[in-house]
């Protein structure tokens, strides 16, 4: 079955150009003109990936994509006229994985759209992976075999993106990654001033983690160089 992306925007020409494009490129297509639509349709149907407008009516993009992540870790992709550097960072941080200022250009929209699919299908084939290998960092242990990060024992609800990042620092403990390497060896393409995007998501992943995240005792910032997890 073709993956099936929920594409989401108050206004309907928008909806019409991105579906023909995604269409063609072999996807299913549902629409939404507001939050709450989108909401209802995201809970309701098998949707692996939402393209979301920021700027709508009864509930905007931003507070839709919160209510999402309560219920559901699929990829988002926020669209907003805004390219303001801030309302990117705010927008990670409601919880969108990726942001696409518009007015875009179609091949790059459909290559994010791709990208965040292929790590998203990746991470949720739970028989991908070595069986049963473990990575124990103190109160931390991730499942390869299930793509799985356990924080006491229990399961920690992380996104692709996000497991994506855990998954590359918890097989390298103590190793230092500068933001460009870890966008390109997670995100799969080259870097253009990463830094405020990965330093969103490394702040997510540490709420969800730490049991302090303002004195973090696992995801630490190497100040000029990068991140890494600390060996426990």
Not at 46 to 65: E, H
Not at 177 to 191: D, G, L
Request: aromatic share 6%; glycine share 6%; proline share 4%.
């Amino acid at each position: 079955m073709n993956e099936c992306v929920l594409v989401v925007d108050d206004d309907r020409e928008i909806v019409r150009a991105i579906s023909l494009l995604l269409e063609k490129e072999g996807y299913q297509v549902l629409k939404a003109y507001d939050g709450l639509e989108a909401l209802e349709l995201a809970v309701e149907k098998p949707v692996q990936l939402i393209l979301m407008d920021v700027m709508m009516p009864r509930l905007d993009g931003l507070s839709a994509v919160m209510k999402i992540r309560e219920r559901k870790n699929i990829p988002i992709i926020v669209l907003s006229a805004k390219s303001e550097e801030t309302d990117k960072i705010l927008g990670l941080s409601m919880g969108a994985d990726d942001y696409v200022a518009k007015p875009f250009h179609p091949q790059e929209l459909a290559a994010r759209v791709k990208s965040q699919l292929r790590r998203y299908t990746m991470l949720g084939d739970i028989h991908a992976g070595v069986s049963g290998d473990e990575i124990r960092n103190g109160r931390l242990c991730y499942r390869q075999s299930e793509r799985t990060l356990y924080a006491d024992g229990e399961p920690v609800r992380l996104t692709a993106t996000e497991t994506k990042i855990v998954e590359l620092l918890m097989k390298n403990r103590g190793r230092v990654f500068p933001a460009e390497e870890i966008y390109r060896r997670v995100w799969e393409e080259e870097a253009y001033a990463p830094e405020n995007t990965v330093m969103v998501h490394i702040r997510r992943i540490r709420e969800k983690i730490e049991l302090n995240p303002k004195e973090p005792e696992y995801l630490k910032v190497v100040w000029g160089i990068g991140y890494k997890m600390e060996k426990i």
